[in-house]
């Protein structure tokens, strides 16, 4: 896509991808990762067939939650955006996410319950894989200039639509399998009280990495914006690695926390520590060997990013080593504390944005991000030892 489309167009993409991102913990409240402890937590309870009403009442917040924030966003004058130093060309960009919000949210959610349903690999499929065909097809068709340059954002966002319709009817086959019909002792204000501060954590993560892309589109241009965003997304390799392992572990940490068997949760802990760091020294030095390589890959240009590619992949390195921090705050009933953490640590990414981006560009970003993820890892890590005694990083 990158070697045959304009940098302002990609940029367009990614600054919506970050943007979609961020707007969506409003539309999702906290629920793709309160599905995993209430998992958990039935599991514990030999409850599991109760999981299908949970859903169902996560499914209807969520649409209430998307729609409320399109409503919300359709009353703001556009004049109010632009005079608070929002670009036109990027407020388009912001109405299209706002648009297909409810779709996006559905999708989420869905995956994640598909993984609840212990269908991982089908579940990986649905995030790595699925989600991104619609804006392959379209960057092939417009390669071979089948359809406009311009639609290249319609393919990624309205894609959607059709993940959450052929999600949801996964769900549905998976649910038929395990169709008994209980009364969920699980009410809907449960489900809000715990997902909401899940859901205020994930907004103060995604802004952290929306902060930087902003910025960037601010202070100077949406070709910065892509080479910053690719060298983000090559990075997010790592940041896979350490989301897969630890939504893979995700609900036996509620489990083992639910039982109160804190032997097995801190060898649970200490094995997801070791996967996550041995898996990501290996690939993080391997994107650290090639970085003008994978770079160069998307476009000659794209090379200008790497002094803050290094930064990126190295800071991400070493926050491996932290293993399973803010998953095991929202399975072990600890969100408002970690959504505390997580704002303290947007205030401090974006006091370095504003003070380095304008004078170091791509760097500065990638210094801010740095400081600032070592910072809430470093907290969280001493709070849950302080609180639970246990371990979360590598070593003792």
């Avoid at 649905?126 to 359809?147: A, D, M, Q, S």
């Avoid at 000659?300 to 991400?316: D, K, S």
């Amino acid at each position: 896509m990158t070697r045959n489309i304009d940098e302002v167009y990609v940029g367009s993409y990614e600054f919506a991808r970050v943007v979609l991102l961020t707007i969506a913990t409003f539309g999702i409240l906290g629920t793709e990762q309160s599905i995993l402890y209430f998992a958990g937590r039935l599991e514990a309870k030999n409850q599991t067939n109760e999981l299908r009403l949970v859903y169902f009442k996560m499914l209807k917040i969520i649409w209430i939650c998307s729609v409320t924030v399109l409503v919300v966003s359709l009353i703001i004058p556009e004049s109010f955006l632009i005079s608070v130093g929002i670009k036109e060309n990027l407020l388009n960009v912001l109405k299209k996410c706002l648009l297909i919000l409810p779709f996006y949210s559905t999708t989420i959610l869905n995956t994640e319950t598909i993984r609840a349903y212990n269908k991982v690999i089908l579940s990986e499929w649905f995030r790595n894989i699925f989600k991104y065909i619609p804006i392959i097809t379209g960057t092939v068709l417009i390669i071979f200039e089948v359809v406009k340059v311009g639609t290249l954002l319609d393919w990624y966002l309205y894609g959607f639509i059709l993940l959450a319709v052929i999600s949801f009817l996964v769900l549905l086959i998976l649910m038929n399998k395990n169709s008994k019909e209980h009364i969920s002792a699980i009410t809907s204000k449960e489900i809000f009280k715990v997902s909401y501060p899940m859901a205020i954590s994930s907004f103060y993560t995604y802004l952290l990495m929306t902060i930087d892309i902003f910025l960037l589109a601010q202070f100077f241009n949406l070709h910065y914006t892509a080479y910053y965003a690719i060298a983000m997304k090559i990075m997010s390799i790592l940041s896979m690695v350490i989301v897969g392992v630890n939504i893979n572990y995700a609900p036996k940490i509620a489990v083992n926390y639910e039982n109160k068997d804190f032997e097995l949760l801190n060898r649970n802990l200490k094995e997801a520590a070791k996967t996550i760091a041995f898996l990501n020294f290996v690939i993080g030095l391997i994107l650290l060997l090639g970085g003008k390589f994978f770079l160069s890959f998307f476009g000659e240009n794209y090379t200008e990013a790497l002094p803050a590619y290094n930064i990126l992949i190295v800071t991400q390195m070493i926050v491996s080593l932290f293993g399973m921090v803010p998953m095991y705050m929202n399975m072990t009933g600890k969100q408002q504390i970690f959504h505390k953490i997580m704002g303290f640590a947007v205030l401090v990414n974006i006091i370095c944005n504003v003070v380095l981006i304008p004078k170091f560009n791509m760097v500065g970003a990638a210094i801010s991000y740095a400081v600032t993820v070592l910072f809430w890892n470093i907290l969280v890590t001493y709070f849950s030892f302080k609180t639970d005694k246990v371990y979360l990083t590598l070593w003792k």
